[in-house]
């Protein structure tokens, strides 16, 4: 086994939307850590530790998944969190517009993947993560709520990225392993 890497497969966030939801981490108030602009995407799906013969694997069947998939819009919309208001550990924006097309490329994605021995997910709820609260602050709570419905905008899906994550003091940074093209 080679040296491991933690990774996870994105949608990368075009840099106008990312500058509205810059917009919109500004009117959180209270203790949140806010994910970095150049840091935003669509969460695919999260890989964990994998070494460098399983990135290899990823790459050629997350292709296979990918190519019955045209590019296709979607709408971020809606302020959310996980798990929820009384407990807000994650603040996110939501995928409106053809969200149903965007759950079948994630679960296609999943699919091939539990063919190769990564855990299905059993709850698909497509997102950009946008803050994490480490323990419970009532004017997070109150600006969540006070802010609700947002429309961010529209994007294109058209690519889906491998991402390696490797976590520093100041946040992760992402490195783009591989880039395919929808």
């Not at 106008?16 to 959180?28: A, N, P, S």
């Not at 292709?63 to 296709?72: D, G, M, S, T, Y």
């Not at 969200?99 to 709850?123: A, D, P, T, Y």
């Amino acid at each position: 086994m080679g040296l491991l890497m933690r990774t996870f497969i994105g949608i990368p966030i075009p840099v106008d939307l990312r500058e509205r939801i810059v917009e919109i981490q500004h009117l959180l108030k209270g203790n949140v850590k806010f994910v970095e602009p150049e840091n935003l995407h669509v969460t695919v799906k999260f890989l964990g530790e994998i070494d460098e013969n399983s990135v290899e694997n990823v790459i050629s069947n997350v292709h296979v998944a990918l190519e019955r998939f045209k590019r296709f819009r979607i709408t971020l919309e809606n302020l959310g969190c996980f798990p929820d208001l009384k407990r807000i550990r994650v603040i996110w924006i939501g995928v409106k517009e053809n969200k149903e097309k965007l759950v079948n490329l994630i679960k296609e994605i999943n699919s091939v993947l539990s063919g190769i021995g990564f855990c299905r997910e059993k709850r698909i709820e497509p997102h950009v993560t946008i803050g994490r609260v480490k323990r419970r602050d009532e004017r997070v709570v109150n600006s969540v709520k006070k802010i609700g419905d947002v429309n961010i905008g529209e994007m294109f899906v058209e690519k889906v990225v491998l991402y390696k994550s490797e976590l520093m003091p100041n946040g992760p940074v992402y490195t783009e392993l591989h880039r395919w093209n929808i």
